[in-house]
Structures are given as structure tokens and as C-alpha cells.
């Protein structure tokens, strides 16, 4: 591809996705709608997904940063309900969207019916973290719906290969398909397992935040790499090695933390909002060369594949719920709870993304019925985002799901902080009793007072709050130490302009700043 259409679309898409943010639609949403109407506009070249790029180049850093700040604890307290739908719903759905696609569409054999369901079967990372994330959704919700497509990725790529085997005749049976899904997930967990510890280490020995950051963006192609070499699960590979290092990531130097956070916070923006608006873009690529399937026929047989993609969620999601507390007294004992309205919203927040559309693109030529397959996935992939996208907000709202408790979850914060800082009071005490460590008065005051500050600061949040601004003191203290800051970032300009200091020494005054500003605005988010 040359230069200035790649940046064109990584702009295009930054700004689209920066208008979301000002609007109530969830970004991925604008996205492909922009990427639809794009596709058509006269001089806008042809973007057409490679799987050779999307898979190694794409995926990898978008599963990191999902993994990274996913819990990992919080994983693993819902490890039942996100291996029945990472593995079991991904496999039923293979078999159950394939079967249907086999039913209705003539001529169409069952082995390239079950590779379509394969295709269709996992719900996207992105989509659901993005979704998830602008609706507010209960905790324990979005705890599932994004272990699940950390997961899902692996075993629908896993399940794609082994009915491709059968489409194309070489498949080496069940036993074979059995054995190839367990090398393929032991073999990515394992080489997960053997690279997170060494990756750790030396994320932890390395000092200089600029080399700490290459390693960081170094690591989810690492991982993923090194598992596809040895024919095992890229995705379970970086997935491992992530939810380590980001359940780990307190023992790295402040300084690559902070620079790490921003520096994937703007690859996370970029690549999700390119994704997006690809998908969006491959519908004059998918429309060319239906041939049979033109027309009527081949849009019933999109709704009616979009249909079962949805219809199949249901059947398992509500079994898979309910089944084993009725079976089992110790399930019921060590998990909450739930009514009906639970299992809907992770039914209807199935959004299939792009993995899905390069899994499609990754079909070879000679797979009969090829380009049925690519425009079905479209179709699917579509139809998902924006019906179940855009009624997924009002649905939430009419079933009245239980909202977090930000007064209980402030509450929690102030009571660990008080915790946190009498542990450290009493340490600069026993700090101060050593010689070593004497201090003029004036400075031990200071210390003592920075800790009053960031004790007080999350229990102001509960207080009352200013008639006038609405806001709480604590907001206000935040608000007027920005201001003078800023005064000061004024005098330091105004004193390079008159060749006071030079720019070197401005460049230092002004990072002393920025790292003050950094500070509080870490504490207002």
C-alpha cells in the first residue's frame, strides 16, 4: 500500500473516532457507518483486509492492551462462565451457524459450511471492550465478555483450520481435530507460560523508560511468534503473557509506567480506530464476484445466517448460565447470583469484528463457494454491530441492570488509602529515627503534608460539594493547583523569550511541571 493512503485512513479514522467521544454512539459504531460510505465516495482506494497483516500485525497489540488491562484476578474468580463461552459457545456455534448455512444455501457442502460457521463463531475483543466500556456495564458482565474474547480468538481460528482441512479434503478426522485444538491451546498457554517470568525480569532491570517502551511494544509479537512457530496458539500466547505483566506491572520504575500507559493508550486508539473503519471499507470488495448468490437470494441468505449467528448465542448462553448452579450446590455457593436479565446482555453483546472478516480473507481460492463465504462474514460482522450495537444501550436501560455504586466504590478507595498512609507514616517515622536520614524540620513537615494531602484528598470526594461550582474541595484544590501552574509555565516562556534562560533549562523547568500536572490529572481519572 502506498504512503498517503494509509495515512489518510489512519487520520480518517482518528477523527471519526474522536467526533464518537462527543456523541452517545459507541465509536466502533461511526466507524464502520464512516467505512461504509467511504468505500463509495469517488477517489477513495481500495482497502482490502490482508490476513497476513491483520492477524501477526494487528491483533497481537490489540489483545495485549485489552489483556493488560483486563484482572486478572477478576478472570479467574469467572473462569467457568468464560471457558463455556470462549470454547464451548465458540465450538457450538461452528457447528450450529454451519449446519444452518448447509440447510439454506443451495449447493453449499457441509465442511465449507462448518468453515463459514468458524468464521463467524467468535465475538470480537474490540468490540466488546469498546461497547462494554461506554455503556457501563455491571462488573462481573464486562469480567466475561471480555475473558471471552481474550480467549474465543484461539479456538475459532483452531476449529477454522480443522473443518478448511475437511473443505479442501485432508482432513485427518475428529481424532486429528481433537489433537490440533490441544496443541493449538496447551501449546499457546505454554508458551505463554515460559516467556512471561524472563519478560518480566527484564522489564523490571531495564531503567531507561525509552528501551523499557520498545520492549513493550516488542512483546505481544514476541509472544505471538514464537507460539506460531512451534504451530501452537499465537493469541493464548499473548493473552498469558499479558495478564501477567499487567497483573506484575506495579514492581516496573514509575517512569516507564506512566510513559508505557500513554504510549499504549495512543497505539490502542490508532489500531482500534483503523479496524473499525476497514471493516466498513471491505464492502465493495466483498460485493465483487457473488456470481450465483447476487441479488434477493444472497441478502435472505445474509439474514437468515445472521440470524442463527444470534439465535445460537441464546441457546447456549441461557444453558450454560443456569444448567450447572441447578447441578451443582458448590457452583451456587461460590457465585453470585443471577435472575434472566443477566444472561440477555451477554446474549445480545455477541459483536463479531475483524478477526472474523481476516479469518474470511485468509480462505483460499480454491475453497468452493469463496466469495459466499467473504460476503456472509461481511454481513454478519455488520449486521452484529449495528443492531445488536446500537439497541444493546436501550436494552440495558429497560431491564435496569444494577449500576456500579461509585459512593461504595469511593468509600473503599478512601478506607485503602487511610490504610496506605498510616503504613507510610509510620515508615518516614522509623525513617527519620537514622541518622542517615535527618531532615530539617521544615522538609519532614513537607513529606508528612504531602501524605495528609493524598490521605484527606478521596475522602473530600465524599463531602460536600462547593453551591456554587458543584464541586467537591478536593476537585477545587485540583483546579487551582492546574491554574497555578500554568501561571508559572507562562513566566518560564516569557523569560526563554527574553533570553533569561535558554531552552535547554525551559525544556527542564517545564517537564518539573508537567510531571506536577500529570500527577493530578492521574488523580482526577
Known amino acids: 500500500m502506498e504512503v498517503l493512503p494509509l495515512v489518510a485512513l489512519v487520520a480518517g479514522s482518528a477523527a471519526v473516532a474522536g467526533a464518537a467521544r462527543r456523541t452517545p454512539v459507541p465509536a466502533p459504531l461511526l466507524l464502520v457507518a464512516a467505512g ?13 483486509l490482508d490476513p497476513h497483516i491483520v492477524l501477526p500485525l494487528l491483533l497481537p497489540p490489540l489483545l495485549h492492551t485489552a489483556a493488560v488491562d483486563s484482572s486478572y484476578l477478576d478472570l479467574r474468580a469467572n473462569i467457568r462462565p468464560i471457558a463455556l463461552l470462549s470454547v464451548g459457545y465458540v465450538l457450538f456455534a461452528t457447528l450450529a451457524v454451519g449446519y444452518a448455512a448447509y440447510l439454506v444455501v443451495p449447493g453449499l457442502s457441509l465442511p465449507v459450511a462448518l468453515v463459514l460457521g468458524a468464521v463467524v463463531a467468535p465475538p470480537d475483543a474490540v468490540a466488546a471492550t469498546a461497547i462494554a466500556r461506554k455503556l457501563g456495564l455491571p462488573n462481573r458482565i464486562t469480567t466475561i465478555l471480555q475473558g471471552e474474547s481474550l480467549v474465543n480468538d484461539a479456538t475459532a481460528i483452531t476449529a477454522y483450520k480443522v473443518a478448511l482441512a475437511a473443505a479442501v479434503g485432508v482432513s485427518a478426522g475428529w481424532a486429528g481435530g481433537i489433537a490440533e485444538f490441544l496443541l493449538a491451546s496447551v501449546g499457546g498457554i505454554g508458551v505463554g507460560l515460559l516467556l512471561m517470568v524472563p519478560i518480566h525480569q527484564l522489564r523490571k532491570r531495564l531503567k531507561e523508560p525509552l528501551l523499557q517502551n520498545t520492549l513493550s511494544l516488542l512483546i505481544p509479537f514476541v509472544a505471538y511468534a514464537a507460539a506460531e512457530r512451534l504451530h501452537a496458539s499465537g493469541v493464548l500466547a499473548v493473552v498469558v503473557v499479558a495478564l501477567y505483566l499487567g497483573h506484575r506491572n506495579w514492581q516496573v520504575d ?18 482500534e480506530s483503523v479496524v473499525f473503519a476497514l471493516i466498513g471499507l471491505q464492502l465493495p470488495v466483498v460485493l465483487k464476484g457473488l456470481g450465483e448468490y447476487e441479488g434477493a437470494a444472497a441478502a435472505g441468505y445474509a439474514v437468515l445466517v445472521f440470524l442463527a449467528v444470534v439465535a445460537s448465542r441464546f441457546l447456549w448462553v441461557f444453558p450454560a448460565t443456569f444448567m450447572p448452579r441447578w447441578m451443582s450446590e458448590r457452583i451456587r455457593t461460590r457465585e453470585p447470583d443471577t435472575d434472566w436479565k443477566a444472561p440477555v446482555v451477554v446474549g445480545w453483546a455477541g459483536m463479531r469484528g475483524v478477526v472474523s472478516l481476516a479469518i474470511a480473507f485468509s480462505v483460499p481460492m480454491s475453497v468452493p463457494h469463496r466469495n459466499l463465504i467473504l460476503f456472509l462474514t461481511f454481513t454478519t460482522v455488520i449486521g452484529t454491530l449495528v443492531v445488536q450495537g446500537l439497541t444493546l444501550p436501550p436494552l440495558i436501560k429497560v431491564l435496569r441492570l444494577p449500576a456500579r455504586d461509585l459512593q461504595a466504590e469511593t468509600l473503599a478507595e478512601a478506607q485503602a488509602q487511610s490504610e496506605a498512609s498510616r503504613a507510610a507514616d509510620e515508615r518516614l517515622t522509623e525513617l527519620l529515627q537514622s541518622p542517615e536520614n535527618q531532615l530539617p524540620p521544615p522538609l519532614a513537615d513537607r513529606l508528612r503534608t504531602v501524605l495528609e494531602r493524598r490521605r484527606n484528598a478521596v475522602w473530600e470526594r465524599l463531602g460536600e460539594v462547593n453551591p456554587v461550582t458543584g464541586e467537591s474541595a478536593d476537585e477545587i484544590y485540583r483546579r487551582l493547583a492546574r491554574e497555578m501552574i500554568e501561571a508559572e509555565r507562562e513566566v518560564f516562556v516569557s523569560l526563554r523569550d527574553r533570553r533569561r534562560i535558554d531552552d535547554e533549562m525551559l525544556r527542564g523547568l517545564l517537564r518539573r511541571l508537567d510531571l506536577e500536572e500529570a500527577a493530578a490529572y492521574r488523580e482526577e481519572t
Do not use: C
Open 254 to 271: 514509575f517512569a516507564t509506567r506512566l510513559q508505557e500507559e500513554a504510549v499504549w493508550k495512543v497505539v490502542a486508539f490508532v489500531l
Open 36 to 48: 461504509l460510505l467511504a468505500g463509495y465516495l469517488p477517489g477513495v482506494p481500495s482497502y482490502t
